[in-house]
């Protein structure tokens, strides 16, 4: 239903918008959105597309409500961060196994692409975050990060996880006073695992 007003929010400062998200995620009203969530899921259709029940699909939608509330609360900051990683997450490597030339080096710890297939996800990931001065890192668990922080001391994240690891990194990059921005995996699992690379290049 189209506004019955016309509206021009063009000169109304973007900090305004990112205070109210932020307000409303502080006061978790994304958790609040209950019948809601379920009215939009039954819109898009997303129990049929998924197979998911409803609560799950409840819980999705949040985490990724969630997620996208604390990439625009952080984003003024991550824009002015300077020494910066790409996390990806090994199980969206094309091949898991010997086909796959990523050697894993323990002492890093990371997987290095050996760019076997122009058409894996992370090799594709990989090429465009290193043309934009990041370091990558093509992880096999969320527990890897800190280590990496510890050594690294970078200033700005970008990590492609499922919204548990995401929630479970954030706390970790606070702590640390790193700013993270996050691309969700729209297939998870512990294989083939995919993300939107369009989604990946925008938040870079
Ligand atoms: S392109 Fe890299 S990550 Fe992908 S399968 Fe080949 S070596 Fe592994």
Known sequence: MPYKFIFDLSRIPRFFFTEITRVGYEQGMHKKMGKTAQDMIKKFKIQEATG?????????????????????????????????????????????????????????????????????????????AERKGYDVYILPGGSCVPQILKTKHYQGVVGVACGEETKLSGKMLKGMKVVGQSVPLIKNGCANTIFNIKTLLKTL
């Open 52 to 128: 998911l029940n409803v609560s799950d699909a409840v819980a999705l939608l949040e985490d990724l409500i969630d997620l996208q509330a604390k990439n625009l609360v952080e984003r003024e900051k991550f824009v002015q961060t300077r020494k910066r990683a790409l996390f990806l997450p090994h199980c969206s490597r094309k091949y898991m196994d010997s086909r796959c030339h990523a050697v894993f080096d323990p002492k890093i710890p990371s997987y290095i692409c050996g760019h076997c297939s122009p058409d894996c996800l992370v090799n594709r990931a990989a090429i465009l």
